[in-house]
């Protein structure tokens, strides 16, 4: 019940491209690209890693824990594994070095209760990514954390503050990472998916970006979103959540 949501201004799926069609919605552009995952070994990370691999890009992922990273039909050299944690101190320049794109998958309910993990993570690597010159990030929270411009609906509120009271520990610090991603980081391409995961299990349909309530989603769902959600343009500079296209009404 962590992340959740529904309601209007939804974009077609069609305009949501991937890495292999650009950006731009000019001619698919066949390049290889480098994506950068944190949290790979993670209940979304695990199925997103999948989708860039399978269209022919490369994945560098930083994991605490290697043999917990799902390898099964994938090249290993298409993916570059670093052991390491965002918590401890690391070499976000040699991360980040070479990469086309940045994607953070990132939750700890436990440590985030205690601080912000993520926000002190993201203020360390928001200027690893400028000095070499990367511009596109992908943040996802949760669907229950409020975006910078605007308050919870108080129905979402009610529950944060009751049967999800547990996570507002996680909620806080994603609402921290996105209010400096407005403030400090607007030279970036950033983008963050506010996600509505309820659990895992078959998928229930393709999710779209939506300005109102998220879907309650799965895992593998987000991931497949997240990933198209990394080159639409249209979503630089959003803090949305995301609503299944079927009850969007779109096609």
């Given at each position: 019940m962590d992340q959740h949501h529904d309601g209007d201004d939804h974009r077609d799926p069609g305009d949501e491209r991937r890495l292999?069609?650009?950006t731009a919605g000019g001619a698919p552009d066949a390049t290889p690209r480098t994506i950068l995952v944190f949290g790979a070994t993670g209940q979304t990370g695990r199925h997103f890693i999948r989708h860039p691999l399978r269209d022919g890009h490369r994945v560098r992922v930083l994991v605490r824990t290697p043999a917990k990273l799902d390898r099964d039909g994938v090249d290993p050299a298409a993916l570059?594994?670093?052991?390491?944690?965002?918590?401890?101190?690391?070499?976000?320049d040699a991360l980040v070095d070479g990469v086309d794109a940045v994607v953070c998958l990132l939750g700890d309910r436990a440590a985030q209760q205690v601080r912000p993990v993520n926000t002190d993570f993201v203020r360390r690597l928001v200027p690893a990514m400028r000095r070499h010159g990367v511009d596109r990030l992908l943040y996802q929270a949760g669907g229950l954390s409020a975006p910078p411009d605007r308050p919870l609906p108080l129905a979402l509120r009610a529950v944060r503050a009751t049967i999800a009271r547990s996570y507002d520990g996680q909620h806080r610090d994603n609402e921290a990472v996105m209010r400096y991603l407005t403030d400090d980081a607007m030279d970036l391409s950033w983008v963050v998916h506010r996600a509505g995961?309820?659990?895992?299990?078959?998928?229930?349909?393709?999710?779209?970006?939506?300005?109102?309530r998220p879907s309650i989603a799965t895992f593998g769902d987000c991931a497949a979103y997240d990933y198209r959600l990394l080159t639409d343009a249209s979503a630089v500079h959003t803090c949305d959540p995301s609503i299944y296209a079927r009850r969007a009404g779109v096609r």
């Open positions: 292999s069609e650009g570059e594994v670093v052991q390491g944690s965002v918590v401890n101190d690391l070499d976000l995961i309820g659990s895992d299990g078959p998928s229930k349909g393709v999710l779209v970006r939506s300005a109102g």
